[in-house]
């Protein structure tokens, strides 16, 4: 069934996508979308406030376990998104996915397919994925 919903939006995408078919415009116009979430997160941060960025790098100790090390790090994220953050944010986020299923159609990758080769690879790899 997810995967009929990822190629139904993927088939979407193609229907709709008139003005930028070629790469080179597919490429900056998802370039454009990641930046614009940046924008609307730190936007959430700096205009709103309902989200903060407490960031400091921390001491990692020499004889800790990779299990451990999830559990010393965070996000540096304190607070909760406020719904207008969260509905401009998730719009920005659907427009990326937008060009992103887009580039897939350009080169003729199914956008399903990556997430499920992702999906084994982080399953496989585990910790030992670090990308």
């Known amino acids: 069934m997810k995967d009929l919903l990822c190629d139904e939006f993927q088939n979407k995408v193609s229907e709709l996508l008139i003005r930028h078919q070629s790469i080179l415009d597919v490429l900056s ?12 997160v730190t936007k959430a941060v700096t205009s709103c406030g309902c989200v903060k960025i407490n960031a400091e ?22 607070g909760e998104l406020c719904p207008s953050c969260k509905e401009i944010i998730e719009a920005e986020v ?23 080769k992702e999906h084994k690879k982080l399953s496989t790899l585990r910790f030992f994925n670090f990308t």
């Open 29 to 40: 116009k998802l370039q454009e979308a990641s930046a614009r979430i940046n924008r609307a």
């Open 94 to 116: 659907g427009r990326n996915l937008f060009y992103l299923a887009a580039l897939c159609n350009q080169l003729d990758l199914n956008l399903y397919d990556v997430f499920i």
């Open 57 to 78: 790098r921390k001491a990692i100790p020499e004889d800790i376990t990779i299990s451990e090390l999830k559990d010393l790090v965070d996000s540096h994220i304190s």
